[in-house]
């Protein structure tokens, strides 16, 4: 399947993703993100939050992941994520699931446009659109 045979208004699978806090501490570490509220509870507390959660850079690489694996099973493996635009919402806490599901939104000239929702149990935690290409 190439790029020009996927058509607007085709969904991707969703995935499940536990976030525990392991995956947002140690995710937080690799991205040289040393702010205290993706590693440290009682810190994360005393600046008003829950408990500690995932960060930016933690997330636009999941969602990343996400249309990366589809594109790869569905587009092959010579495929390009030219562009990524996301914006934050709800926290992504350890013990919650972060549920990924995405659309093609367009499909013009082998380019995809590809939005993706990630919800957590407080709601919407990144909406995203994606731009995706086959080499």
Not at 67 to 87: M, N, Q
Not at 103 to 132: F, P, Q
Request: with cysteine; glycine share 8%; aromatic share 6%.
């Amino acid at each position: 399947m190439s790029a020009t045979t996927v058509e607007a208004g085709t969904s991707l699978p969703t995935w499940e993703l536990p976030i525990t806090p392991t995956l947002v501490v140690s995710t937080a570490i690799a991205t040289r993100d040393f702010q205290d509220v993706h590693h440290d509870r009682d810190l994360a507390q005393g600046h008003g939050s829950k408990d500690i959660f995932l960060n930016i850079l933690t997330t636009t690489g999941l969602v990343q992941r996400y249309v990366g694996e589809w594109a790869r099973e569905t587009l092959g493996p010579d495929f390009r994520i030219h562009s990524c635009a996301l914006r934050l919402g709800a926290p992504a806490y350890p013990y919650d699931t972060l549920s990924f599901s995405g659309t093609v939104t367009d499909a013009t000239d082998g380019v995809l446009s590809v939005d993706v929702l990630g919800a957590v149990s407080l709601g919407n935690h990144v909406n995203a659109t994606l731009k995706v290409t086959a080499s």
